[in-house]
């Protein structure tokens, strides 16, 4: 999860009535642990997780008899789905046996992640996340006075934090109290101080869910970009629920129970969590105009078909290549797909990317790896970017601004 995404979701645990904390940032004694209780073959997010989680323990003042962790888990060939049973067995080997794992699957959707009110308000906060991330990362770009649109996005964080942590509201309430807040939100990133000049290039930013999300694991890449000139799309948390409800629906399907009681509870999900996502999102229209999500992401599915059939390739590879495809209709310049080195996702990718880009005009799409060993990208990304530059002068797509760009 982003740290956005993770913040609003322990307040949705704490407006039940559970003391939730994130783990707080990672830094270098998070992957020594993770790396003195693993054994080399992890994927560098599992190190990170288990390396946090560990830290916690050396905290001081930390009883393991009051605590529980929340690591949640995935079906498949992927390694998150050890994450929580690699957990269990250090914290079994350093004799801490008490810390309760509470570990939702995505076999059902992270169906067990609580009752159906839990999941209501945890999708909002989900989507309430993407929406701030999504306002920080088109604006930053563009702000005159360094460090504004960041001091934005923080007080909108720990206001959206306040308003999602009550208990005192029911769900509809805090729906109609959350919406008047998104709307606050939003005028206030409207009115920093910020030069919208056309031109500059727009990546989309795919990959590995942890690694693309977390700043910590990827070295600040978005900021990297900014850095060298870009304006980023990051791929939203959202979007990887709403596969894992797609997923669960294919698999119904698959097993011959498509009429059947789970797949009209799998619907209502669905229609519930669009629904809730397109109230949200559209008080964001005009911010939004050009940066439009897929109407389903069966739309991202099939895109991605032609390279990574949907029932072969599972999970987030078949999703970043959906989102390279839907990202060039919108007129990207050019895809950077965020992996976990040796991670199959990105290595799966990064081998059908060249065919992608030569039947898509040439976009520049580059894999950059990352396994907490600090390597300097600026050289890297300098030359992707000289590519990108390229693309757009000769790119046929051209993206479309919100009205905040004058003519
Ligand atoms: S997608 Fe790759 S890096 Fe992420 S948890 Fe799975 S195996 Fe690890």
Redesign the pocket.
Known sequence: MTQIGARLLAATFRSKGIEAQITPPSDEKTVELGALYSSGEE????KVTIGDFLKITQAEGFDPAKTAFLMPSANGP???GQYAHLLDKILNDLDMSEILIVSPSSKDGYGGIGGTVFFKTAWIAVISADIIRKMLLHIRPYERVEGTTDEVYEKSIVRAEKLIERQDLNYNKLMSLLTKELISIRDNFRAIDADYVKGKPLLAVVG?I??RHNRFANENMIRKLEEHGAETWLADVGEWIFYTVWSRMDKLVRKGKKLSGDMAVAKMKRHFMKKEEHKLLELFHDDFTGYEEPSDVTELVERAEPYLPSRGAL??MSLSLGRSSFSHSKGVDGIVDIS?FS???GIVSETVYQEFSKDHNNIPCRVFYYDGVNIDLDRDIGIFMELVKGYKNRKKVERCYNRFFPD
């Open positions: 994927c560098f997010p599992e992927c390694r998150f590995e942890f690694c999970g987030e976990p991670c199959m996702n």
